[in-house]
């Protein structure tokens, strides 16, 4: 028996190898904003052994946390001091989430409701007395511009324009485009769409599909999350069993999918995870093994500026979206130091949490200033809301560079679909 | 994913090792768990600061040629030349030191000791003799309840050596408002306060008032500019003493920027850089590393031609201990154990000279990396992952981080 | 040479383990003028290093019925009287498949017997009770043991006997025993800081000093037979178990897991060793093995848990008279009275005994010191609350550091200086040791060093063992050049102490904190080249 003791350390969320070395304090965005906030080693692993020993030791504070995983990112004793910290809220919790932050957890759900009314619903949050009252009766901070929410949801351009061609490919993937997509940006779809099909695959929506709950988890909702989850790993299954791979264009819904379901909400997703990809990891991969080759515009020139979001820091995947981008020939490409910009999702939409929101990105707006891009690059959606509002710079998902640089054309024959 | 060299550890041997292959055009990636330690750093890099007894070394470049035969700096083709580069390197991310290779000169430690060092960043406190303090009458300004700069002990230190001494604090508006986190008011948080809300000068402003023109030194926490010298720089400037910068405890103000920005020069010079990312296992053929596996690229391998380690020691756990044994946690390759048992690996008083401190993998005269016994001809080594050499004891962590990398791109290049 | 305050006192009790603190207690709370002295630190010997297990009493069902029935009474009174000293976890006993399961009737009945509530219950509802147990048990008893921190019991009562007009003095070391004619008038005693001697002078002096006690008695020209047995024990990172463990069979080696504060704790071993070996023990890599195997039987998930350290206590067994030999020892309580057993009156020898009777033991000995003076006074330690534990309702306390503060000082956390930035700021992240804590410490809790500040507040006593918090604390308490310098010494042996525990579990993620301490302290700080001292034999007093 001796000599299998002590060979591992097995403790939940790795809280007992943390050497209390403070490095994860450095890279913490919240903490030197907002002095509430215990930091992420006091509100992890040190506060962890004495949630153990008494619940009483859960602090209200923890909900600060913006669940940005940078303190994980930065541990070199691999302690998820970010799973630790969400884990307490989840168990410890015990206050109900407010109307408002249902509200804006609901992403889904509120889209639904407001796509129809698209033409009224946008000038209406945009109005300045509506913006009042979110302010005031929703603590929605007024600064802060709702995304537009599109006439059409992709879905229903999807169903309309493109799925009648997709059967014609011989090689099939299945789209998880996520709240977004669906309800703020289609186009992010339809450049997917477009480039998938230049190369060669069809797309195909979920049998259903529902937001991966990133925003119920952080706002205290961690029961409808795993319901909305289970739908999803069960239209997920589904796929895969036809042989797809499951692609997204955002990558906090793909690191929710793969990595909180399991960590924090218990789903069992060990047989859906390494089906479910990043579409910029996906392409990248097959280009590596000259499967498909991709031919860009000889006339598109862009200065690019990577900003790699805080769930791609945390899949360490920024290096397919970059080295994908660096294919195209006249790119004047720049890698941004990694920063959390500051919006977190819903966080930076409460009006408690404005001011600390717009403090944390600083640092990344004055580099993107100091670099002036054409445009931003970023795998996440809500930090495209956050730098445009903070910098003026236009922010564009990989793909849809990929998609406004590609030769179709020449793409289709390369991949010999003509 | 292929690229021409792999660097397993994003510390300042990997990133070392890193800006000097992609200065000489080489498609290089680094792969890196977690944050380095750099982060407890002094704000100095040692080359060699002590000899066997403890004494103080005063030419390290002469001191090194009487190193034992296990020690890493056998390895060198030439110290002295690689010194000369270490530090050029550095000047072209942007980090001026001062400091030479033949003669060692004395930081002050946040207690108020003095420490042999080579080369010190821009700054920071220094004394060119040991024996003889440069100053008259010093003011030690901290900052209102920051408690990891002990100014008590780095008074009592200075008095010790002959020099006049006053202790000062000052604070600003927005340094009060982070005191009121108990556990966030660290060196690198006071650092972001700073820069975020551009308080250099009205910090400037504070210490002027309280050190006036009878002191002919200011001494300083360092805890401005963690991503670059322009606020550490600017203060200096504007206090009208002369005025420099003590470390503080960990978190290191000077070492997040010497690692950033030795991680922006590597970036810029169009390296690929894997955060958060651990190598799980090689992939090996007839004694020629292939490519590596890492715990969150799944399906994706990483191949080159050439590969360095560069993963440290115990504490960035390049190193491992189990019950049973000590192993090499990224490859599995050879380590020097030196033949001993768990008993063995620490001794009972914790200022001797421990044996585990020695322990490292072993490599061939080129450094590169064993396994079963045989060399892997494209896997080198760099930094405190090598076995032999105690860098607690010896004081020549930053010189075995520096010149082990630059040696084994050397090996590479050619 | 000088007397203490040139007094006499009615009683000097030497030792300041919690038998010598109780009976200081006990003797001032019935009006007595007492001098409580200690060569050390209060809690330094035995009292600091066991397991910190509030018997039930269930242990000792089966063996010894007498001190089983003592362990039930005084854990009843301990709930009452030392509230914030004691967690309430409860116990199992387990059998498992190698035990016999048929002791668990016996092992039941003599419980009941001695009146300590043992409840049979189904090995599933044990394992929902507690999920650390060894999941292949196949019965289980669960019996009113609890969790007791020493360190704070100890210094509570010393506390209440300084509020009842009791003097100590720490750092004071009987060197010799004034003895006229047949009668011992008091003691000579070193201070341990500057080597001044004084005398003291009492009409009865009790002998509290633990195994050390033995020297005492040889200094007045009596013979005690003890023999010291060490017990080691190893602390783990967190709370593997909520609730105390223990095997269901005779007692045996490393057979108790307990859950302390934010760690847990299993022991024990148990040699004898020589009486020069008791000032300086080591856990061995046989102990460790032997108590990690066993442990695993308890809770398997202790092979896979960080260690934090290894420590070793020594128990005071003594011989009883009629058999020099030792062959039968007693762990009950042993009272000498060596006016009658030696001729030398004014003498009390107390020992024997367990952490867990010290009040009683405390009782029994203030007893025969009041029938040595003539005083009638009943004793009322059983029936008041130490300070710190008066039923009072406590101040709801929000932040991480007054929640762990309040569970160290009970209704004495009132007394930290807090509100302020500058005393809310931590010294200590692990155990969230505040600035207005330590300070505290320092000025009401006889804190002259770090490792008195240590045993006060837990500082250093988490994951990192003092990782940052030592020097930050030396800090704090450093006032000016002089005490700098000692700080600094101070500070290098704190780190040699803490690495005392760590270096037999130098593997794994320990190996990897002692690696990072040692660079932020030798390589980062210089600690080592600018102390000037390096007793290792004090670094652990």
């Known amino acids: 028996?001796?000599?299998?003791?002590?060979?591992?350390?097995?403790?939940?969320?790795?809280?007992?190898?943390?050497?209390?070395?403070?490095?994860?304090?450095?890279?913490?965005?919240?903490?030197?904003?907002?002095?509430?906030?215990?930091?992420?080693?006091?509100?992890?692993?040190?506060?962890?052994?004495?949630?153990?020993?008494?619940?009483?030791?859960?602090?209200?504070?923890?909900?600060?946390?913006?669940?940005?995983?940078?303190?994980?990112?930065?541990?070199?004793?691999?302690?998820?001091?970010?799973?630790?910290?969400?884990?307490?809220?989840?168990?410890?919790?015990?206050?109900?989430?407010?109307?408002?932050?249902?509200?804006?957890?609901?992403?889904?759900?509120?889209?639904?409701?407001?796509?129809?009314?698209?033409?009224?619903?946008?000038?209406?949050?945009?109005?300045?007395?509506?913006?009042?009252?979110?302010?005031?009766?929703m603590a929605i901070d007024k600064h802060r511009t709702f995304p537009d929410y599109s006439s059409r949801k992709f879905e229903s351009w999807f169903k309309k324009n493109a799925a009648s061609e997709q059967e014609k490919f011989n090689k099939h993937v299945s789209y998880f485009h996520g709240c977004y997509v669906n309800y703020n940006y289609p186009q992010l779809g339809m450049d997917f769409v477009k480039v998938m099909n230049a190369v060669g695959y069809g797309v195909h929506l979920l049998e259903k599909e529902k937001c991966c709950g990133v925003a119920l988890i952080a706002n205290g909702m961690p029961k409808q999350a795993k319901r909305q989850g289970e739908v999803n790993m069960t239209s997920m299954r589904k796929a895969i069993a036809k042989g797809h791979q499951v692609l997204t264009t955002s990558s906090t819904c793909t690191f929710t999918m793969r990595d909180e379901y399991d960590h924090l909400l218990g789903i069992d997703n060990h047989d859906v995870r390494d089906s479910i990809s990043l579409a910029t990891r996906f392409l990248f991969q097959l280009i590596e093994k000259g499967e498909i080759k991709l031919a860009f515009r000889e006339d598109y020139h862009k200065r690019v500026a990577y900003h790699s979001a805080c769930h791609m820091e945390r899949m360490g995947w920024a290096p397919y979206s970059t080295r994908l981008l660096r294919m195209i020939p006249d790119i004047d490409f720049v890698m941004l130091e990694s920063q959390c910009c500051g919006i977190s999702g819903t966080y930076g939409f409460k009006k408690e949490n404005y001011e600390r929101s717009q403090a944390i990105g600083k640092g990344l707006f004055d580099q993107i200033k100091e670099v002036t891009p054409d445009c931003v690059a970023t795998d996440c959606e809500t930090c495209k809301w956050q730098i445009e509002m903070s910098t003026g710079t236009p922010v564009m998902n990989p793909i849809s560079i990929i998609a406004e640089a590609l030769d179709v054309e020449t793409t289709r024959k390369l991949n010999k679909l003509d | 994913m292929k690229f021409d060299i792999i660097i397993i550890g994003g510390g300042l041997s990997g990133l070392t090792a890193g800006i000097a292959l992609a200065e000489a055009g080489k498609d290089v990636a680094l792969v890196s768990?977690?944050?380095?330690?750099?982060?407890?750093?002094?704000?100095?890099?040692?080359?060699?600061?002590?000899?066997?007894?403890?004494?103080?070394?005063?030419?390290?470049?002469?001191?090194?040629?009487?190193?034992?035969?296990?020690?890493?700096?056998?390895?060198?083709?030439?110290?002295?030349?690689?010194?000369?580069?270490?530090?050029?390197?550095?000047?072209?991310?942007?980090?001026?030191?001062?400091?030479?290779?033949?003669?060692?000169?004395?930081?002050?430690?946040?207690?108020?000791?003095?420490?042999?060092?080579?080369?010190?960043?821009?700054?920071?406190?220094?004394?060119?003799?040991?024996n003889q303090m440069p100053w008259r009458k010093v003011a030690l300004v901290n900052i209102v309840n920051y408690l990891d700069f002990p100014t008590k002990f780095l008074a009592a230190g200075l008095r010790d050596k002959g020099?006049?001494?006053?202790?000062?604090?000052?604070?600003?508006?927005?340094?009060?408002?982070?005191?009121?986190?108990?556990?966030?008011?660290?060196?690198?948080?006071?650092?972001?306060?700073?820069?975020?809300?551009?308080?250099?000068?009205?910090?400037?402003?504070?210490?002027?008032?309280?050190?006036?023109?009878?002191?002919?030194?200011?001494?300083?926490?360092?805890?401005?500019?963690?991503?670059?010298?322009?606020?550490?720089?600017?203060?200096?400037?504007?206090?009208?003493?002369?005025?420099?910068?003590?470390?503080?405890?960990?978190?290191?103000?000077?070492?997040?920027?010497?690692?950033?920005?030795?991680?922006?020069?590597?970036?810029?010079?169009?390296?690929?850089?894997?955060?958060?990312?651990?190598?799980?296992?090689?992939?090996?053929?007839?004694?020629?590393?292939?490519?590596?596996?890492?715990?969150?690229?799944?399906?994706?391998?990483?191949?080159?031609?050439?590969?360095?380690?560069?993963?440290?020691?115990?504490?960035?756990?390049?190193?491992?201990?189990?019950?049973?044994?000590?192993?090499?946690?990224?490859?599995?390759?050879?380590?020097?154990?030196?033949?001993?048992?768990?008993?063995?690996?620490?001794?009972?008083?914790?200022?001797?000279?421990?044996?585990?401190?020695?322990?490292?993998?072993?490599?061939?005269?080129?450094?590169?990396?064993?396994?079963?016994?045989?060399?892997?001809?494209?896997?080198?080594?760099?930094?405190?992952?090598?076995?032999?050499?105690?860098?607690?004891?010896?004081?020549?962590?930053?010189?075995?981080?520096?010149?082990?990398?630059?040696?084994?791109?050397?090996n590479i290049i050619k | 040479m000088t007397t203490v305050n040139n007094n006499h006192y009615d009683v000097i009790v030497i030792g300041g383990g919690i038998t010598g603190a109780g009976t200081a207690r006990d003797c001032a709370m019935r009006g007595l003028k007492v001098l409580l002295v200690e060569r050390h630190d209060f809690s330094t010997g035995a009292t600091g290093r066991n397991h910190g297990l509030m018997h039930s009493g269930a242990r000792y069902a089966v063996t010894d019925h007498e001190s089983a029935k003592e362990?039930?009474?005084?854990?009843?009174?301990?709930?009452?009287?030392?509230?914030?000293?004691?967690?309430?976890?409860?116990?199992?006993?387990?059998?498992l498949p190698e035990d016999d399961i048929n002791f668990q009737a016996t092992f039941v009945q003599k419980c009941t017997e001695a009146g300590i509530k043992a409840e049979i219950i189904d090995p599933k509802q044990a394992m929902l009770m507690e999920p650390s147990v060894n999941p292949e048990l196949i019965g289980a008893v669960k019996v009113p043991d609890a969790s007791v921190d020493p360190f704070r019991l100890t210094m509570a009562n010393v506390l209440d006997a300084q509020l009842h007009g009791a003097e100590v003095l720490v750092y004071h070391e009987v060197i010799d025993v004034i003895i006229e004619q047949d009668r011992m008038t008091g003691v000579k005693l070193r201070n341990n800081h500057n080597g001044d001697t004084i005398d003291a002078y009492a009409t009865v002096t009790v002998n509290a000093a633990g195994i050390w006690?033995?020297?005492?008695?040889?200094?007045?020209?009596?013979?005690?037979?003890?023999?010291?047995?060490?017990?080691?024990?190893?602390?783990?990172?967190?709370?593997?178990?909520?609730?105390?463990?223990?095997?269901?069979?005779?007692?045996?080696?490393?057979?108790?897991?307990?859950?302390?504060?934010?760690?847990?704790?299993?022991?024990?071993?148990?040699?004898?060793?020589?009486?020069?070996?008791?000032?300086?023990?080591?856990?061995?890599?046989?102990?460790?093995?032997?108590?990690?195997?066993?442990?695993?039987?308890?809770?398997?998930?202790?092979?896979?848990?960080?260690?934090?350290?290894?420590?070793?206590?020594?128990?005071?067994?003594?011989?009883?008279?009629?058999?020099?030999?030792?062959?039968?020892?007693?762990?009950?309580?042993?009272?000498?009275?060596?006016?009658?057993?030696?001729?030398?009156?004014?003498?009390?020898?107390?020992?024997?005994?367990?952490?867990?009777?010290?009040?009683?033991?405390?009782?029994?000995?203030?007893?025969?010191?009041?029938?040595?003076?003539?005083?009638?006074?009943?004793?009322?330690?059983?029936?008041?609350?130490?300070?710190?534990?008066?039923?009072?309702?406590?101040?709801?306390?929000?932040?991480?550091?007054?929640?762990?503060?309040?569970?160290?000082?009970?209704?004495?956390?009132?007394?930290?200086?807090?509100?302020?930035?500058?005393?809310?700021?931590?010294?200590?992240?692990?155990?969230?040791?505040?600035?207005?804590?330590?300070?505290?410490?320092?000025?009401?809790?006889?804190?002259?060093?770090?490792?008195?500040?240590?045993?006060?507040?837990?500082?250093?006593?988490?994951?990192?063992?003092?990782?940052?918090?030592?020097?930050?604390?030396?800090?704090?308490?450093?006032?000016?050049?002089?005490?700098?310098?000692?700080?600094?010494?101070?500070?290098?042996?704190?780190?040699?102490?803490?690495?005392?525990?760590?270096?037999?579990?130098?593997?794994?993620?320990n190996l990897a904190e002692a690696q990072l301490t040692a660079t932020i302290y030798q390589s980062l700080l210089g600690v080592d080249k600018l102390a000037n001292e390096r007793r290792i034999e004090y670094y652990e007093i």
């Open chain 1, 1 to 137: 028996m001796a000599n299998e003791t002590q060979t591992q350390n097995v403790s939940v969320n790795n809280f007992e190898q943390c050497l209390k070395c403070s490095i994860c304090t450095v890279y913490c965005p919240v903490s030197a904003v907002s002095p509430e906030y215990p930091g992420p080693k006091q509100a992890g692993p040190d506060a962890e052994r004495y949630r153990l020993k008494n619940k009483e030791f859960f602090d209200d504070a923890l909900k600060m946390c913006l669940n940005c995983k940078r303190c994980e990112v930065a541990c070199p004793n691999d302690v998820h001091i970010g799973d630790i910290i969400q884990a307490a809220r989840i168990k410890y919790n015990t206050h109900r989430p407010k109307l408002r932050d249902m509200m804006l957890a609901n992403t889904d759900f509120v889209g639904t409701m407001a796509s129809p009314f698209a033409a009224i619903a946008n000038p209406i949050l945009k109005l300045k007395p509506m913006k009042a009252v979110l302010h005031g009766v």
């Open chain 3, 71 to 95: 362990c039930i009474q005084e854990n009843m009174i301990l709930r009452k009287i030392a509230r914030h000293c004691v967690e309430e976890t409860d116990g199992l006993f387990i059998t």
């Open chain 2, 33 to 130: 768990a977690g944050q380095s330690s750099l982060h407890f750093g002094s704000g100095s890099l040692d080359l060699l600061g002590c000899d066997e007894k403890g004494n103080d070394i005063y030419n390290p470049l002469d001191a090194i040629k009487e190193v034992n035969s296990k020690h890493p700096y056998n390895k060198l083709e030439n110290v002295s030349s690689l010194a000369g580069m270490a530090k050029q390197l550095l000047e072209r991310a942007g980090i001026a030191t001062t400091g030479n290779a033949t003669s060692n000169h004395w930081r002050i430690t946040p207690i108020g000791g003095l420490m042999p060092t080579w080369l010190s960043m821009e700054g920071m406190a220094t004394v060119e003799d040991p």
């Open chain 2, 163 to 410: 020099v006049e001494v006053d202790i000062k604090a000052v604070t600003l508006p927005e340094l009060q408002e982070l005191r009121k986190s108990p556990t966030e008011m660290r060196a690198t948080n006071i650092a972001k306060v700073i820069g975020n809300n551009d308080l250099t000068a009205k910090l400037a402003d504070q210490v002027n008032s309280v050190a006036g023109e009878d002191y002919d030194m200011v001494l300083l926490p360092a805890v401005l500019g963690m991503t670059n010298d322009k606020n550490s720089k600017h203060l200096l400037e504007l206090i009208k003493t002369p005025a420099q910068f003590v470390a503080t405890l960990p978190p290191s103000v000077p070492g997040v920027r010497m690692q950033t920005m030795l991680r922006r020069r590597f970036t810029a010079l169009g390296g690929t850089f894997f955060t958060g990312d651990q190598v799980t296992e090689g992939l090996f053929e007839d004694n020629i590393l292939k490519g590596v596996k890492t715990a969150k690229l799944d399906g994706t391998t990483l191949e080159s031609d050439n590969f360095i380690l560069a993963t440290g020691s115990f504490m960035s756990r390049g190193l491992r201990a189990d019950y049973n044994h000590v192993y090499e946690t990224a490859l599995g390759v050879d380590v020097d154990d030196l033949g001993l048992d768990r008993k063995t690996w620490a001794k009972i008083d914790v200022t001797d000279a421990q044996p585990y401190m020695e322990m490292g993998v072993k490599t061939d005269e080129n450094l590169r990396c064993m396994r079963n016994g045989t060399t892997i001809s494209n896997l080198y080594a760099a930094g405190s992952i090598l076995s032999g050499h105690n860098s607690i004891k010896r004081l020549d962590a930053g010189g075995v981080d520096m010149l082990t990398a630059l040696q084994a791109a050397n």
């Open chain 3, 213 to 509: 006690g033995t020297v005492i008695a040889q200094m007045a020209g009596v013979k005690i037979n003890m023999f010291p047995a060490k017990g080691s024990l190893l602390i783990f990172g967190h709370r593997v178990n909520n609730m105390v463990i223990n095997r269901c069979r005779k007692p045996a080696n490393a057979d108790i897991l307990v859950p302390d504060d934010a760690v847990c704790v299993i022991g024990t071993t148990s040699l004898r060793i020589p009486i020069e070996e008791c000032d300086d023990m080591r856990v061995t890599p046989e102990e460790v093995e032997e108590l990690l195997a066993e442990g695993m039987k308890l809770a398997p998930s202790l092979g896979s848990t960080r260690i934090l350290r290894g420590y070793a206590g020594v128990r005071p067994l003594v011989a009883s008279d009629d058999d020099p030999s030792g062959r039968s020892i007693s762990r009950g309580i042993v009272t000498l009275d060596h006016e009658k057993r030696d001729g030398l009156a004014g003498f009390i020898t107390i020992t024997g005994g367990k952490m867990m009777t010290y009040r009683l033991m405390a009782e029994e000995v203030t007893n025969l010191v009041c029938q040595k003076l003539n005083i009638n006074k009943s004793c009322e330690t059983a029936t008041t609350p130490l300070p710190g534990s008066e039923p009072k309702e406590e101040t709801k306390r929000f932040s991480f550091s007054q929640k762990a503060a309040q569970g160290r000082h009970g209704t004495l956390n009132d007394a930290i200086e807090r509100g302020e930035a500058a005393s809310d700021a931590l010294v200590c992240e692990c155990e969230g040791v505040s600035v207005g804590e330590v300070k505290y410490a320092v000025t009401k809790l006889h804190v002259h060093n770090l490792i008195n500040l240590r045993r006060r507040t837990r500082v250093g006593m988490g994951t990192c063992q003092g990782e940052l918090c030592a020097c930050r604390a030396a800090g704090v308490m450093c006032t000016d050049d002089k005490s700098a310098k000692k700080a600094i010494n101070d500070l290098n042996g704190f780190i040699n102490e803490r690495w005392k525990g760590m270096q037999p579990v130098a593997w794994g993620d």
